[in-house]
Structure formats: C-alpha cells, structure tokens
C-alpha cells in the first residue's frame, strides 16, 4: 500500500486517518465477534448515509447527519427510522453513542409511539464510542414485519448523537 499525505490529494485542507491496529489475536477475534453480529442482525440504519437513511424512511424535525455518519436532533427536535423485524423472536435494539457527547442531551426513544428507554448523554464514555441495548418486548413486534424507532429530545434539549443502530436477535436470557 502506498501511502501519501492527504493534502496533496485533496486540496490544502487538513485531514486525518484513523485505523485500528491489531495483533494476530486481537484481529482474529474482532473478526469472530464481526461475525457473530453479522448472523445476528435483522436490520441496521446507518446515520448520515443518505441511501441507507432514505430506505429506512427517516422523518424528523431539527434534526441532520453529520460528516462523520451520525444524526441528532435540537431544540426539542426528533428522528425516527423504520426497521425490519422478525414477528414472534426475542430482539433488541443496539445503539451507537459517542461517549463524550455532552451538553444537553436527554431524549426518549420510542417505538411505534411508546416509550421503550430515557437516555442521558452527559460524558458517559470519554474518548470512546460505546453501544447501549434496549431489549424490545415481543408485544411491540409481534405480528409485525417493521416497526418505527423515534429518537424525541426532551423540551429544550438534543437526540443523539447516533452513530448506528441495529436490531438484533436477542441470546441468551430475556
């Protein structure tokens, strides 16, 4: 691989690279645990990602993505996306944060209109994206082939940032 500052292939501004380094162990079990993620998910959004975005037929008011593929909402504003699930199967809801978001964030996050969790953002993981679980109870499923995830910020306040959200056949104990 050859590698070349950025600035000399795009314009003069500045960028940065990030990769994970691995050692052989470490590769190999991010890889399985890829894995098992990838056998588990039933339906993924993908913030900022305007195709991913617009299958999942995201709404919102005062809410946009941001450059580095994640979505909030202002000023009391909201987002919701639409997502597949399997009728009759135990799930759950996985969301990505980043753990220095700060400032005002205290939203709730419903489904289909109910509310399934009240999350504060407040330096909950600095330096570090972090992912929190919301187990989906069947009652919210069943029957159903899709079902519609709101992110609504409180009075005042901000939704997100979210930076993925997956659904998830659930393992293990309910």
Request: proline share 6%.
């Amino acid at each position: 691989m050859t590698l070349e500052p950025l600035y000399r292939v795009h314009g003069n501004r500045k960028y940065e690279v990030y990769w994970n380094a691995f050692s052989s162990n470490e590769w190999q079990s991010n890889e399985e645990q890829r894995q098992a993620l990838a056998r588990r998910t039933v339906d993924r959004v993908l913030p900022g990602d305007e195709q991913n975005e617009r299958e999942h037929r995201v709404q919102g008011e005062n809410t946009w993505p941001g450059e580095n593929r994640w979505r909030h909402a202002v000023g009391g504003g909201w987002f919701s996306w639409e997502m597949k699930v399997l009728p009759g199967l135990p799930q759950e809801l996985r969301v990505k944060y980043w753990g220095g978001d700060t400032g005002g964030r205290e939203f709730r996050l419903l489904v289909n209109g109910e509310e399934l969790a009240n999350q504060t953002l407040d330096n909950n993981r600095p330096g570090e994206f972090y992912e929190e679980t919301y187990p989906l109870p069947e009652r919210l499923t069943q029957g159903k082939q899709k079902i519609t995830f709101k992110f609504q910020a409180h009075p005042g306040k901000m939704a997100g940032g979210v930076f993925g959200c997956y659904v998830l056949t659930r393992v293990g104990p309910k």
